[in-house]
């Protein structure tokens, strides 16, 4: 296993293995830039087949998370860490206290949340061995509210550029994924007078959302190519692919699926077919906000007043991207860039 040769190392400040042979913790650390901040991102714990697995994806991570603080305005820098296990069966208290003390021997420059196979409940005992874990029970809790309304915010953003309105009435949204993102935006859509077209692998989530906002269901392997105006996956990345791209009938694809193009390539794929891609990272930031917000002592309300800025940001990289004749997540990577690099040269003059 290489680390500094990694396609995904791109420059990351500082990775650190960690290991607690006494609680059977072996977890991973990336923190790939704090030019304009202290590194956050989540927490993962997830059954890696490998190390090498688990390093690939704390790099790439932590990588997203950058760009994502960047693009966003937030001060923070990327990073973000991995557990190998599996949490159903071998996340203990005491394996979670030894990953709390190693992010506190960081002193800061790496800050922790929930991800995927964490929780709010694991983030408290976390706290009990550090001060740089956040997303407490009874602070900001579950991001997904927030997440949906940025995600609505940068949605309407893209209907605004492409056909100058920005209201829902009589359009038609086709949602991949019902979980906890993608059912509170059938929320906001249904509530705005969208037609809702929906598919989910469970069928308790097809059927509330059926119950609930009057969608129509279609099996899961058809809803990217449903005609609609707007294709909002939120259930799995690498969703716009040389398969699936040729069968996309809506003209926008906005929704909260983090990674969603399959390779950086697939940006432009999606500009050649006429496709105006609403990019994932840019549009599924509320989360973040909130776990912001909600440190300083600001409160659901201030939380949404923020996250709304995610129609603004999105707007401006769209029409970048109209103007330079590039892919719109080429051109959002690039205002991050000249964020977060242009700091690190604003500090050494
Ligand atoms: N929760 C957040 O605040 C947040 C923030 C940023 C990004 N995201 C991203 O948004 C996406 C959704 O997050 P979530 O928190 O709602 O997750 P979730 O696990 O609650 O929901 C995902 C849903 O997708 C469904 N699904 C899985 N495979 C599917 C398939 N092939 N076809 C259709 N449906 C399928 C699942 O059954 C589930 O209902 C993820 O990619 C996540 O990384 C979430």
């Known amino acids: 296993m290489t680390v500094f040769d990694s396609p995904e190392f791109d420059r990351h400040e500082q990775v650190v293995f960690c290991a607690d042979a006494d609680s059977g913790l072996r977890a991973i650390i990336a923190i790939h830039n704090t030019n304009l901040g202290p590194g956050l991102g989540g927490c993962r714990m997830w059954p890696y087949a490998d190390d090498a697995e688990a390093l690939q994806d704390a790099l790439r991570l932590a990588r997203g998370m950058t760009y994502k603080s960047a693009i966003t305005g937030l001060p923070y820098g990327g990073g973000k860490s991995v557990i190998i296990g599996d949490p159903k069966t071998q996340k203990t208290e005491a394996l979670l206290r030894a990953m709390g003390r190693f992010i506190d021997t960081l002193g800061g420059r790496y800050q922790t949340a929930e991800d995927v196979g964490t929780t709010v409940t694991d983030m408290d005992i976390l706290r009990q061995e550090t001060e740089f874990a956040h997303g407490l029970s009874g602070a900001s809790g579950d991001p997904s509210p927030a997440t949906a309304y940025g995600v609505f915010m940068g949605l309407r953003a893209a209907l ?190």
């Open 160 to 349: 605004y550029f492409k056909h100058e309105r920005d209201d829902l009435r009589g359009l038609t949204v086709a949602v991949q994924g019902l979980g906890n993102v993608g059912k509170r935006l059938c929320r906001y859509l249904a509530d705005a007078g969208a037609r809702l077209i929906v598919a989910d692998i469970r069928e308790d989530a097809m059927q509330a959302a059926i119950r609930d906002f009057g969608a129509t269901p279609v099996s899961p392997d058809a809803i990217h190519k449903i005609e609609a105006d707007v294709f909002a996956p939120c259930a799995l990345g690498a969703i716009l692919n040389d398969a699936t791209i040729p069968d996309l009938r809506a003209g926008i694809v906005a929704g909260s699926a983090n990674n969603q193009l399959a390779e950086p390539r697939h940006g432009e794929a999606l500009r050649e077919r006429g496709v105006l891609y609403a990019p994932d990272y840019v549009i599924n930031a509320g989360g973040l906000i909130d776990i912001h917000v909600g440190e300083d002592g600001g409160d659901q309300e201030a939380v949404l007043k923020r996250t709304a800025e995610i129609y603004n940001t999105t707007l401006t990289i769209l029409e970048r991207a109209a103007r330079e004749e590039r892919a719109t997540d080429t051109i959002a990577d690039r205002m991050a860039e000249e964020r977060f690099r242009g700091q690190r040269k604003a500090r050494a003059a």
